[in-house]
Nanobody, 120 residues
């Protein structure tokens, strides 16, 4: 089994910064993709930023230029640096990890989520 644990959420004022961290642990043959999603009240979960299977990055248009995703392959971690935060960034942020098994099967894992609240 794979465990995904996030940390770093909290309350921040508009214009402030937060850094989210995610670590995957357990029996991992290979990680295919890692990224961050968010869900605000009354809205569907959406992609924030992610590393694809090819190693490239995808960002939501709303966070481009403000958020930066980084990854440490040796530690199976992915971080999200969030700058110039806005009230509309308020949401529960969840880490997603897609693993590849020995038979090339893909498995999706989610963390428990961490609350980010941007408010004055």
């Amino acid at each position: 089994q794979v465990r995904v644990v996030e940390s770093g959420g909290g309350l921040v004022q508009p214009g402030g910064s937060l850094r989210l961290s995610c670590a995957a642990s357990g029996i991992i043959f290979r990680i295919n993709a890692m990224g961050w999603y968010r869900q605000a009240p009354g809205r569907q979960r959406e992609l924030v930023a992610a590393f694809t299977s090819g190693g490239s990055t995808n960002y939501a248009d709303s966070v481009k230029g403000r958020f930066t995703i980084s990854r440490d392959n040796a530690k199976n971690t992915v971080d999200l640096q969030m700058n110039s935060l806005k009230a509309e960034d308020t949401a529960v942020y969840s880490c997603n990890v897609v693993t590849v098994g020995v038979r090339s099967e893909l498995t999706n894992y989610w963390g428990q989520g961490t609350q980010v609240t941007v408010s004055s």
